[in-house]
């Protein structure tokens, strides 16, 4: 079989069996064309690659500056697909299985302070060309903040998931598992508002002959819903407009910020593992060390003898 061939079955199955994301599929099917692509120029292919073969790929990948983490996720890809290929009988062996990779740095997550978020709540109200934009904004950012949600899980929200005024949310999360997460009186009002200014905007769009749309957050994208890139590129715009740093701030730093605010107000890690929809404690338990180095930093600055 071609290389396309082997990623896509391999790929499906990913899907079948381990419920992967879709995310996590892409990110996979990348990493495997670039692999494929590199053996190519080294004159052999998938079926004929050798353990040899795999190794000086990663030193490729290391000479080309990757970080640590995109090539242990490289090797993850690879390990992954010459397993399936074993298992289905289209090799006799498996050239990954010894490989040992280059592991991933435990570094502490990015976050904000209180003040800062408040900046970025603020910065919704009054960002957007009219008012049906900062109702939209303002519900995005409040329903982030409020929830901790991925920022897949946020613009793909179902407009179903929105109706009744609820004072909790589900959340269609990882590998399809589903959680309930509780909104803040701040996220319930933004909630409240957008969805009036939605459903007359579906409303109208309907009366023009246009099919009515699913999603919350919906867009005219073959998608139907906002995008992960232009979230991404709506909450550097906020950052710009609050006076908070945009190097700072991620859809995923508002994911950090919501927990390490929880800790920080004295919720316990199982709580707080459920409602980021983390399938092992040990993901959770690195904000601990994120309150750790603030401690540390507060002694620092504002102890006597440290100075």
Same mark, same amino acid.
Not at 11 to 32: F, H, K, V
Not at 166 to 178: R, S, Y
């Given at each position: 079989?071609?290389?396309?061939?082997?990623?896509?079955?391999? %790929?499906?199955?990913?899907?079948?069996?381990?419920d992967?994301a879709?995310?996590?599929? +892409?990110?996979?099917?990348?990493?495997?064309?670039?692999?494929?692509?590199?053996? =190519?120029?080294?004159?052999?292919d998938?079926?004929?690659?050798?353990?040899?073969?795999? =190794?000086?790929?990663?030193?490729?990948? =290391?000479?080309?500056?990757? #970080?640590q983490?995109?090539?242990?996720?490289?090797?993850?890809?690879?390990?992954?697909?010459?397993?399936?290929?074993f298992?289905?009988?289209?090799?006799?062996?498996?050239? *990954?299985?010894?490989?040992?990779?280059?592991?991933?740095?435990? +570094?502490?997550?990015?976050?904000?302070?209180?003040?800062?978020?408040?900046?970025?709540?603020?910065?919704?109200?009054?960002?957007?060309? +009219?008012k *049906?934009?900062?109702?939209?904004?303002?519900c995005?950012m409040? $329903?982030?903040?409020?929830?901790?949600?991925?920022?897949?899980?946020?613009?793909?929200?179902?407009?179903?998931?929105?109706?009744?005024?609820?004072?909790?949310?589900?959340?269609?999360?990882?590998?399809?598992?589903e959680?309930?997460?509780?909104?803040?009186?701040?996220?319930?009002?933004? %909630?409240?508002?957008w969805?009036?200014?939605?459903?007359?905007?579906?409303?109208?769009?309907?009366?023009?002959?246009?099919?009515?749309?699913?999603? $919350?957050f919906?867009?005219?994208?073959?998608?139907?819903?906002?995008?992960?890139?232009?979230?991404?590129?709506l909450?550097?715009? !906020?950052?710009?407009?609050g006076?908070?740093?945009?190097?700072?701030?991620t859809?995923?730093?508002?994911?950090h *910020?919501? #927990?390490?605010? !929880? %800790?920080?107000?004295?919720a316990? $890690?199982r +709580?707080i593992?459920?409602?980021?929809?983390?399938?092992?404690?040990?993901?959770?338990?690195?904000?601990?060390?994120?309150?750790?180095?603030?401690?540390?930093?507060?002694?620092?600055?504002?102890?006597?003898?440290?100075?």
């Amino acid at each position: 079989m071609d290389a396309p061939r082997w990623i896509s079955a391999f %790929l499906e199955a990913q899907a079948a069996e381990l419920d992967a994301a879709l995310n996590t599929q +892409s990110a996979y099917g990348r990493d495997l064309l670039d692999f494929a692509d590199w053996l =190519e120029k080294a004159k052999t292919d998938f079926s004929d690659a050798t353990r040899q073969n795999i =190794e000086d790929y990663l030193i490729h990948c =290391e000479a080309q500056g990757l #970080a640590q983490s995109t090539r242990a996720r490289r090797l993850s890809s690879i390990k992954g697909l010459y397993r399936f290929a074993f298992e289905e009988g289209w090799r006799n062996d498996n050239p *990954a299985i010894q490989i040992k990779g280059p592991g991933r740095q435990k +570094s502490l997550p990015k976050t904000l302070s209180i003040e800062e978020v408040e900046r970025l709540l603020e910065a919704a109200r009054m960002h957007g060309r +009219s008012k *049906a934009d900062k109702e939209r904004n303002t519900c995005l950012m409040e $329903l982030l903040y409020a929830t901790g949600m991925r920022v897949t899980e946020l613009v793909s929200l179902p407009v179903s998931s929105a109706r009744g005024n609820p004072k909790m949310i589900l959340v269609m999360g990882k590998g399809n598992k589903e959680r309930m997460v509780p909104l803040s009186p701040p996220a319930r009002t933004a %909630l409240k508002t957008w969805i009036k200014t939605h459903d007359a905007i579906d409303d109208a769009n309907h009366a023009k002959g246009k099919p009515r749309s699913r999603f $919350l957050f919906p867009s005219r994208g073959k998608l139907g819903h906002m995008t992960r890139h232009r979230f991404y590129m709506l909450i550097k715009e !906020l950052a710009v407009t609050g006076g908070v740093s945009p190097a700072k701030v991620t859809p995923h730093t508002l994911r950090h *910020a919501f #927990a390490t605010h !929880l %800790l920080a107000n004295g919720a316990d $890690l199982r +709580s707080i593992q459920t409602l980021l929809g983390h399938a092992d404690i040990s993901t959770t338990e690195i904000y601990t060390h994120v309150l750790e180095e603030r401690l540390k930093q507060l002694v620092l600055e504002h102890h006597p003898l440290a100075k």
